[in-house]
């Protein structure tokens, strides 16, 4: 039996951090690094605006609808949410990141979610393993990169803000 691409697959995961303990956060540092195994540093209600767009995503919807009893709202474990600052440190942005019905074998869903003077907008939605927060900024917001991990590879994508939302730009595998 050949055990190099096991090797290959385990060496990756190892050194994405995937067995480390969950990354402590400064107090004074904002996270910008989340995944399923990771949680929320410090995790905060979800704002009533967001709950109302999620509660009417189709994917929750048939997820609430195929519970027993069906529900019609968002149990508040379903959700962890953190505040980031995607444009400037004045502007609340948000990650919301799936929980126990909105997961995977080993992946969740992920919202970002920008306040604007006018209403909350979805800028991002995916199912990976992990989410991360860049230094730099196109069009005046943070880029976010992606992560799926599977048995033999490691798979990112760079999203980068179009004006409006984020949009895949680059792929890369290991």
Known sequence: MNLRPL??????LVENGVFAAPMQVAPTQEQSDFSTEGGVARNIPLP??????????????EILSSESPPQTSLPKDWTLCSVVHLASNTEPDYVVIGQNSLTGAHATHFWVYRETPQEM?????VFADGLSVNKQ????????????????????????????????LRRSSR
């Open 121 to 125: 907008k979805l800028a991002l939605t």
């Open 48 to 61: 009533p605006a967001i709950r109302k767009l999620l509660e009417r995503d189709s994917f929750i919807r």
């Open 7 to 12: 090797l290959l697959a385990f060496t990756l």
């Open 137 to 168: 900024k196109n069009n005046g917001m943070h880029n976010v990169t992606v992560t799926w991990l599977t048995g033999v590879s490691v798979k990112q994508v760079l999203y980068v803000f179009d004006g409006n939302k984020y949009q895949a």
